[in-house]
């Protein structure tokens, strides 16, 4: 008897199918990498390649929740839309409630509790997308999230998540320095973790920060390739 | 007897002061900074004034609770069109989305009575004025004012009134409102908070106290 029909139906071994293979999806998706500094948070996702007659800035995998919140997902970028615009209005409606910002905690226990829903709902299927959550609390502490589609979530220190996340997390894991003072040391190892897997280089990165106080910024094209090349040179004059 | 009518009235008219300039640079807008009880004022901090963007203000005034129920409400919901669409809504959309918010709830149980004056600076149309009144009239104005003042400062207005006023010279036309009201309004309303918002955004002037309120 196949257990992995219904949502509702547990394997004889405890397993619930249905979230493994939403699981599967999200190691389908295109990568994404999250590095918490002491004052600037960093994703940066690899940017799928687009048709020639595609303009490629509709596909944004970034996406901004409010204005201290913003994340980035691995997976079907159809479900993580309808998380995304739940996201944005429960901001809203927390502000408007408490008239204060929602702490990244909170915002990312919203979209866990949405995601467990759809694993026990009938007819229903679970997201298919995981995703990281970051940002910075009005007392200035900054957080990274990682949610998947069973719906249980994490923080972290630097994480990554979709294709090859295996990878890129065993290269954080070497990499990854306590309390890292430097913005830019901070963006280096997330643009470093991302070239592990991502072909042809900086043009394929698109990275985002945020730092405390200040609202998310998207780093232009010219930028990303900047501290690509400082990364370039630093690992030529390792060797 | 007439003097004891008038003060009866009186509750209900200090909360409705708020005047609005347009000038080809920038909007002003002011509002007095107190509380109506019977014949005594509670002055107080209470800002009635909603920054929904970075540059557009919603001056709302009416029914207490009323007021910062429906302004908060429509605040948010710009703040939630600039989340999901990555860019803010111009002061004309904004307006229009308060006014069919504003009809709706009219045509309900829970009607909200409030009076609005929303100003903004748009990048390709400049600076704009929207009147709205509880019955969710919109209109775009040179010039606006809510409230029993508004008897008294709309003529000022209309008077002096150009559509190439400088900045300076809409704060002077506004301090020639208060002025009026100072002598010939029967309530004393001792301050008043200041805003301008041009290009840059909005500005907070000092606040305008007439000689001779306390």
């Given at each position: 008897?196949?257990y992995d029909?219904a949502?509702?139906v547990?394997?004889?071994?405890?397993?619930?199918f249905?979230?493994?293979?939403?699981?599967e999806?999200v190691k389908k998706g295109?990568t994404?990498?999250?590095?918490?500094g002491?004052?600037v948070?960093v994703?940066?996702?690899?940017?799928?390649?687009v048709?020639?007659?595609?303009?490629?800035?509709t596909?944004?995998?970034?996406?901004?929740?409010d204005d201290n919140v913003?994340?980035?997902?691995?997976g079907?970028?159809a479900d993580a839309?309808?998380?995304?615009?739940?996201a944005?209005?429960?901001?809203?409606?927390?502000?408007?409630?408490?008239e204060d910002?929602?702490?990244?905690?909170?915002?990312?226990r919203?979209i866990?509790?949405i995601k467990?829903?759809?694993?026990?709902?009938?007819?229903?299927r679970?997201?298919?997308i995981s995703?990281?959550?970051?940002?910075f609390?009005?007392?200035?502490?900054?957080h990274?999230?990682?949610t998947?589609?069973?719906?249980?979530?994490h923080?972290w220190?630097?994480n990554?998540?979709?294709r090859?996340?295996?990878?890129?997390?065993?290269?954080?894991?070497?990499?990854?320095?306590?309390?890292?003072?430097?913005?830019?040391?901070?963006?280096k190892l997330?643009i470093r973790?991302?070239l592990?897997v991502?072909?042809?280089g900086g043009?394929?990165i698109?990275?985002?920060?945020?730092?405390?106080?200040?609202?998310?910024?998207?780093l232009?094209?010219?930028?990303?390739?900047?501290?690509?090349?400082a990364?370039?040179?630093?690992?030529?004059?390792?060797? | 007897?007439?003097w004891?009518?008038?003060l009866?009235r009186?509750?209900?008219?200090?909360d409705?002061?708020?005047i609005?300039?347009?000038?080809?640079?920038?909007?002003?807008?002011?509002a007095?900074n107190?509380v109506p009880?019977?014949i005594?004022?509670?002055?107080n901090?209470?800002?009635k004034?909603?920054?929904?963007?970075?540059?557009?203000?919603?001056?709302?005034?009416?029914?207490?609770g009323?007021?910062?129920?429906?302004?908060?409400?429509i605040q948010?919901n710009?703040?939630?069109?600039?989340?999901?669409?990555?860019?803010?809504l111009?002061?004309?959309?904004?307006?229009?989305?308060?006014r069919?918010?504003?009809?709706?709830?009219?045509?309900s149980?829970?009607p909200?009575?409030?009076?609005?004056l929303?100003?903004?600076?748009?990048?390709?149309?400049?600076?704009?004025?929207?009147y709205?009144?509880?019955?969710?009239?919109?209109a775009?104005?040179?010039?606006?004012?809510?409230?029993?003042?508004?008897?008294?400062?709309?003529?000022?207005?209309?008077?002096?009134?150009?559509?190439?006023?400088?900045?300076?010279?809409?704060?002077?036309l506004?301090?020639?409102?208060?002025?009026?009201?100072?002598?010939r309004?029967?309530?004393n309303?001792?301050?008043?908070?200041?805003r301008?918002?041009?290009?840059?955004?909005?500005h907070d002037?000092?606040?305008l106290?007439?000689?001779g309120?306390?």
């Amino acid at each position: 008897m196949s257990y992995d029909r219904a949502i509702t139906v547990f394997s004889p071994d405890g397993h619930l199918f249905q979230v493994d293979y939403a699981q599967e999806a999200v190691k389908k998706g295109s990568t994404a990498v999250g590095v918490r500094g002491k004052n600037v948070v960093v994703l940066g996702v690899e940017k799928k390649i687009v048709a020639k007659l595609q303009e490629d800035r509709t596909v944004r995998k970034i996406c901004s929740l409010d204005d201290n919140v913003f994340m980035a997902f691995a997976g079907l970028t159809a479900d993580a839309r309808i998380i995304v615009n739940r996201a944005r209005v429960e901001c809203q409606s927390h502000r408007l409630t408490v008239e204060d910002p929602a702490t990244v905690e909170y915002i990312t226990r919203y979209i866990s509790s949405i995601k467990q829903r759809y694993t026990q709902s009938n007819g229903r299927r679970p997201f298919g997308i995981s995703s990281l959550i970051v940002g910075f609390d009005f007392d200035g502490t900054p957080h990274l999230y990682q949610t998947d589609p069973s719906g249980t979530y994490h923080a972290w220190k630097a994480n990554a998540i979709g294709r090859s996340a295996k990878t890129v997390r065993e290269f954080l894991e070497k990499n990854y320095k306590e309390d890292m003072e430097s913005d830019t040391d901070t963006i280096k190892l997330a643009i470093r973790a991302l070239l592990e897997v991502v072909q042809s280089g900086g043009k394929n990165i698109e990275l985002a920060i945020m730092k405390r106080d200040e609202s998310m910024k998207m780093l232009a094209q010219e930028e990303i390739e900047e501290y690509v090349t400082a990364i370039e040179t630093e690992k030529q004059k390792k060797t | 007897m007439g003097w004891i009518e008038i003060l009866d009235r009186a509750e209900v008219v200090t909360d409705k002061h708020h005047i609005r300039g347009s000038t080809g640079g920038g909007e002003i807008r002011r509002a007095p900074n107190l509380v109506p009880l019977r014949i005594t004022c509670l002055p107080n901090d209470q800002d009635k004034m909603f920054k929904l963007s970075d540059k557009i203000l919603l001056l709302c005034v009416g029914e207490a609770g009323d007021t910062v129920q429906f302004a908060e409400y429509i605040q948010k919901n710009i703040q939630l069109y600039k989340m999901r669409n990555g860019y803010e809504l111009s002061p004309k959309a904004a307006a229009n989305f308060t006014r069919k918010n504003l009809a709706d709830y009219l045509r309900s149980r829970t009607p909200y009575h409030v009076n609005l004056l929303l100003a903004g600076f748009d990048e390709t149309d400049g600076p704009g004025l929207y009147y709205m009144d509880h019955l969710s009239a919109l209109a775009k104005a040179p010039f606006a004012a809510h409230g029993y003042g508004a008897y008294l400062t709309l003529s000022i207005l209309d008077r002096y009134y150009r559509p190439d006023l400088t900045r300076d010279e809409a704060v002077d036309l506004l301090k020639k409102c208060i002025e009026e009201l100072n002598k010939r309004f029967i309530l004393n309303l001792p301050s008043f908070s200041v805003r301008l918002i041009d290009k840059e955004g909005i500005h907070d002037l000092e606040k305008l106290m007439p000689v001779g309120a306390k």
